[in-house]
Each structure stands twice: as C-alpha cells, then as structure tokens.
C-alpha cells in the first residue's frame, strides 16, 4: 500500500491551535503545545522500539523544508541506519572539538610552566588575542585553512614583520598541537617552508634592521644622577639594570634567594637565562648600595616588586620611566651597549670579558671550549670601575687600570649577542 504523504497545508500548520500531533505521513508530525508554540517531529519504529526526532520549530522550519527533511530521514532508514543514533554520534564528536581559541588556551596553558619568562604566557595570549582570534578564535581549529592565515598575517606582515613572523610561528605551534590531538589532519598552514612563502615575502627583505637605541657611555653619569633623583621602585630597577649591565628580564624577576650581599653576588638561575647557563653577576659597592636600601624596605620576595602583591615589576615599568623623563628614544637593552661601548672605547678589558659580562655565548665553539671559566673575580674589577665611571663626572674620569694585553693585541672573537 502506497505511503500517504502530504496531509497538512501551509494554512492548515498556520492556523492550528488545537494542542496535540497532527500527521503530514510518512513518520513527519506537527506537535503544537499548549502554549500554542508549533515544532516539527519524526516518528519511527526500529528494532521494536518507537523513538522520536526533533526537526526544528515551525518558526524556523515551514513546512517545505520539514518534509526535506523527513525524506532525508527515510532514506537513512531504507538504508538500514539508526538517525538518532548518527545524530547522537554527530553531537558526542562536536563536543569532542575544539575551536582555535580553546586549543591555544590548552597549548599556553600545558607549556608556560616549561618557559623561561612568566611574562611569555602573556606575550602568547596577547599576540593571539589581537591578531588571531577575531579571526580564526571562534572556528573549530580542524577547519582552519591557509587562507585563514593568510587573512591574519597579510595586513601586518611588511608593517609589523617581527611580530607577524612570531604570531605566525605561535600559530604554528598551536595547529601542531592539534594535529597531534587528532583534532586536525593534512598539512599545517601555517608552515613557513615550501608554503607561505610562496605567499609572502621573506621576513629579512621586509625587516629594517633595529639596534636598540643607546646612551652615549659619556652621557651615563648625568643620566643616573638624575635617577637618583626619582623616587620609587622603577628608578632604583633601572639603575640597578645599568650597574650589572643585565637585561630587563632578568632584573624585574630577581628574588632575594638569589642574592648574596655578604659574598656580593646575584646568582641568576638557567631558567630564566637567554643561553639556558647559570650566571654570576659580580655586585659593585653602589649595587651593593641599592639593594641594601631595597631589603630595608622588603616586601616582596621579588628584589623590585610590583604594584600587585607577590608581583615583579612589570617589563614596561622601566621603558616608561625612559618616556616620562623625556627620554622616548632611548631602550632599557640598550644601556647594555652603553657598557660594551665604554668597555671597548675607555678601557683596556679584554673583549671576552665583556661578552662574558653580557652573558653573550661566543659563535665559536673552540673558543668558547677555552674560556671555560665565567671569569668572575677579573668581571667584579670591570664591574667595579664601570660603577666607578658611572659615578664620576666626565672630566674628571680616569683611564680604570685593567689587567691582561692591551685590546689592541687581542684577536677578533665574533659572538652571539642578544
């Protein structure tokens, strides 16, 4: 016997009040509620057992479209499928997804522990935030394609190289990390080789070279004076920064564990250092001065704490202090070069001493094999004299007496600095 379809009418469906089922055939129902609100459902009998299929309100489903449908769902069974069954497996394996935005969270959050720099985590979530996520944040991450990336990196890529080349590699790394959790297959988009550079142009075609801004090592003296004329945490950071010569990092980090005021010394652990190696840093009368000074007013195991309690001060707090006493030009790393300036123009302290100083690992691997030691009594006599130099007003600096050959008999070592 024929299977009777097509009951119901536009009208009928628009003008039904009466509550309970009303049958179009072939399984499709209208069920209208006492509330009047009308949805579609679709009955079938398999293995014995009725169930029953929600399609959608009438509000959002006239009436075309449910019988589609229907029909879809009576093919299914005609193939001896279960649709309740394929449409629970189909929601248990959309929970089971995850968008761009939550695998990123779940990567930050797996690896930040292992990163050297707390404020790394920050950086990734940022970077990702700004440039990601309005994007691709909110897309399951196993639909994310090259055009996808594209989109994101294509606008800033020639005006923000450096920062697009590292949301592209964070991109990278997350997409991998799905991969690997089975949420994605096929290649990663974001791959840089034999892919989107066939797309966009190489980062050192578009990149400006940069060095960070510098003091003129003649300038220093006046330039801390005027330090010691500001109050608060920030400036006596900075000028701690300038007297060791240290990166920013590794200065807003700094906790009283690491300090030895007795043997003058601040030993900075691997974990938080560039070339992954402890350092000694040799602590000059004035360092020695303004930590003093810091740990009579302790309150913090960090040496330069934060607003935020059991908080370092932040990695901008220095470079703002540089912008607020009119000084915008200039970078908290760049007092570094300051020092290796005054190093190679003002003193006779052999070259290796200095990268050693720096904490800057020497390229050459021979070399580095013979300058095993960190040299630290000969670096606490350079860091002295530079306290010293830094001190005194230009005219009445004196030539530091140094030990070792004079600079000019010393070959050229190249280094990695940073």
Excluded at 86 to 114: D, K
Excluded at 363 to 373: D, P, V
Aim: glycine share 6%; aromatic share 8%.
């Amino acid at each position: 016997m024929a299977l009777k379809l097509f009951k119901l009418t536009d009208r009928m469906v628009r003008e039904m009040k009466q509550r309970g089922y009303f049958g179009d055939g072939g399984g499709l129902w209208l069920q209208v509620r006492s509330s009047g609100s009308k949805s579609w459902v679709f009955r079938y009998t398999r293995n014995g057992r009725t169930h029953e299929l929600g399609l959608g309100s009438y509000l959002n489903v006239p009436l075309g479209t449910a019988r589609q449908k229907a029909e879809a769902i009576r093919h299914a069974l005609g193939r001896d499928e279960d649709p309740l069954a394929a449409r629970i497996a189909a929601r248990a394996a959309a929970a089971a997804r995850l968008t761009f935005a939550q695998c990123a969270e779940q990567y930050i959050a797996m690896h930040s522990p292992g990163w050297k720099n707390p404020k790394h985590a920050d950086q990734w979530t940022n970077t990702l935030d700004t440039y990601a996520m309005p994007v691709i944040g909110k897309l399951d991450v196993g639909l994310v394609d090259t055009q996808h990336i594209v989109q994101i990196l294509e606008p800033i890529w020639v005006s923000k190289n450096e920062t697009a080349s590292r949301v592209r590699g964070r991109l990278e790394r997350v997409l991998a990390w799905a991969r690997t959790r089975g949420l994605r297959t096929g290649d990663n988009p974001a791959t840089w080789r034999n892919h989107l550079d066939t797309l966009l142009p190489r980062p050192a075609s578009v990149q400006r070279q940069k060095h960070h801004a510098a003091l003129p090592f003649k300038d220093i003296h006046a330039f801390v004076t005027g330090l010691h004329a500001q109050p608060g945490v920030t400036a006596r950071a900075l000028e701690f920064t300038i007297l060791t010569a240290t990166r920013t990092g590794e200065v807003i980090a700094a906790t009283w564990e690491e300090i030895n005021l007795r043997e003058a010394v601040w030993i900075i652990p691997k974990t938080r250092m560039k070339a992954k190696r402890e350092h000694r840093v040799p602590l000059s009368s004035r360092a020695i001065e303004l930590l003093t000074q810091m740990k009579k007013a302790r309150r913090s195991d960090f040496v330069f704490p934060g607003w935020k309690a059991g908080t370092g001060l932040s990695n901008m707090a220095m470079l703002q202090l540089l912008r607020k006493a009119g000084r915008p030009q200039l970078t908290v790393h760049g007092f570094r070069s300051t020092f290796r300036d005054w190093c190679a123009e003002m003193t006779a302290y052999p070259r290796e001493l200095a990268e050693a100083a720096l904490a800057h690992t020497l390229s050459n691997k021979a070399e580095a094999a013979y300058f095993r030691s960190d040299m630290f009594e000969k670096r606490r006599e350079m860091m002295q004299a530079w306290c010293h130099y830094i001190s005194m007003a230009p005219a009445g600096t004196p030539r530091p007496r140094t030990a070792g050959p004079d600079r000019a008999a010393e070959p050229s070592r190249e280094v990695v600095s940073g």
